[in-house]
């Protein structure tokens, strides 16, 4: 009887501690157009308060600096969060994070991380939409929901948006393992209504988008991709354009943005999300801080 032991351990144990394993999350950061050092900490926060996630997070050399000293092992981890934007990593990290990708692993953009590597097509390809940075029609279509998704190829810079102030975000695909169970609207709290991205914009699906409202220049006036979602290989890409920080970290103790920050990066890295509606979750009159 002691002999089958370890084949019992094997058949029905060894499942059960694998499926109850955390799963491990890297963070890329160190250069950004916003303040890095205060915003990791709330991304590693955001993950690990759901007690799925152990994270570890890699920080780049500084603007200028060596870079070929940057190569983080991504095939350690279940999702790769970004948030990044700076000096091109080396052709080798490269190589090594759209392989990642491609052969299945997760990724998840934080808003300006979708600024980063411009000249770099297969970074354009997995993060499905990007601003900034010279892009323009070259790079791909403008995408915006009117009843539908609009691909507008018109002639254009890619990248906008009006000034910080607090908004709706509509769902437009309720059956998706991270919207599900999401009230159809809900509000975050004051960030920037990022508008006019375009990019290659393949194996795209739009989960949520914002009326810009037409109150400056900036604006667009058009209802503009929030949440969305690309495959890129067999790999999963969350993206999110929320969590705008410079002077206060008010958007990302937005519950709008945490959560679905939250669901996302679990669906990126296994395909489902477990993590119920939190109870304090938006409504579609009033936003919600943590």
């Not at 290989?233 to 002077?247: D, N, S």
Request: charged fraction near 20%.
């Amino acid at each position: 009887m002691l002999r089958l032991l370890p084949a019992l351990f094997v058949l029905f144990l060894a499942p059960l501690a694998a499926a109850s394993a955390p799963l491990k999350a890297l963070i890329l950061t160190g250069q950004n157009n916003h303040d890095w050092k205060l915003t990791t900490p709330l991304l590693e926060k955001a993950l690990t308060d759901t007690g799925l996630f152990t994270v570890d997070v890699a920080v780049s050399p500084p603007k200028g600096g060596d870079m070929s000293t940057f190569r983080p092992d991504f095939s350690r981890y279940a999702v790769v969060i970004s948030n990044y934007t700076g000096d091109a990593w080396p052709a080798e990290t490269k190589t090594a994070f759209v392989d990642y990708v491609r052969q299945g692993g997760g990724f998840v953009v934080v808003h300006s991380a979708s600024n980063a590597f411009p000249d770099w097509p297969d970074y354009n390809a997995i993060c499905g939409l990007g601003g900034w940075e010279g892009r323009d029609e070259r790079w791909g279509p403008w995408i915006y929901w009117d009843n539908k998704i609009i691909r507008d190829p018109s002639p254009g810079r890619g990248g906008d948006h009006g000034p910080v102030h607090a908004f709706t975000i509509d769902v437009r695909e309720p059956d998706h393992p991270i919207t599900r169970g999401l009230p159809p609207s809900f509000r975050h709290a004051a960030d920037e209504l990022y508008n006019r991205l375009r990019g290659p914009a393949e194996n795209l699906t739009v989960l949520a988008t914002a009326h810009d409202q037409p109150v400056a220049p900036a604006s667009s006036g058009r209802h503009e991709p929030i949440l969305f979602t690309v495959t890129f290989g067999t790999g999963r890409i969350f993206h999110t354009t929320l969590g705008h920080v410079r002077a206060d970290s008010t958007a990302m103790r937005s519950v709008a943005f945490i959560a679905t920050f939250q669901r996302g990066a679990e669906w990126a890295a296994t395909g489902q999300v477990t993590q119920p509606v939190p109870a304090d979750f938006p409504t579609a009159t009033e936003f919600r801080l943590r």
